[in-house]
């Protein structure tokens, strides 16, 4: 069973930055993906930007050129770069996995609790 602890929300002003990590631990689990999500009061969870084991990324949109996401691969941890900060991107932003149990030789998805992301105008 893995566990994700996100870290390094808080409130900022318009135009600032924020650097969000996620740590996963855990023993008997591969970790594939790693990504963040997002949720904004009254709307749906939503990609912000994820990271496959083999470098590739994926990025919402409305994040492109603004939001970088990393991985440390050998530490498990991911992180999400948020620069340029708008006052729509305030949210809870949530990191997921794609974790491979071994014992039951399956793949599923673990969420972290998430951490609040607030930007002022």
């Known amino acids: 069973q893995v566990q994700l602890v996100e870290s390094g929300g808080g409130l900022v002003q318009a135009g600032g930055s924020l650097r969000l990590s996620c740590v996963a631990s855990?023993?008997?689990?591969?970790?594939?993906?790693m990504g963040w999500y997002r949720q904004a009061p009254g709307k749906q969870r939503e990609l912000v930007a994820a990271?496959?084991?083999?470098?590739?990324?994926n990025y919402a949109d409305s994040v492109k050129g603004r939001f970088t996401v990393s991985r440390d691969n050998a530490k498990n941890i991911v992180y999400l770069q948020m620069n340029s900060l708008k006052p729509e991107d305030t949210a809870v932003y949530y990191c997921?996995?794609?974790?491979?149990?071994?014992?039951?030789?399956?793949?599923?998805?673990?969420w972290g609790q998430g951490t609040q992301v607030t930007v002022s105008s």
């Open positions: 997921n996995a794609e974790v491979f149990t071994i014992a039951t030789i399956a793949t599923i998805r673990t």
């Open positions: 855990g023993r008997g689990s591969i970790i594939k993906a």
């Open positions: 990271s496959t084991g083999d470098g590739g990324t």
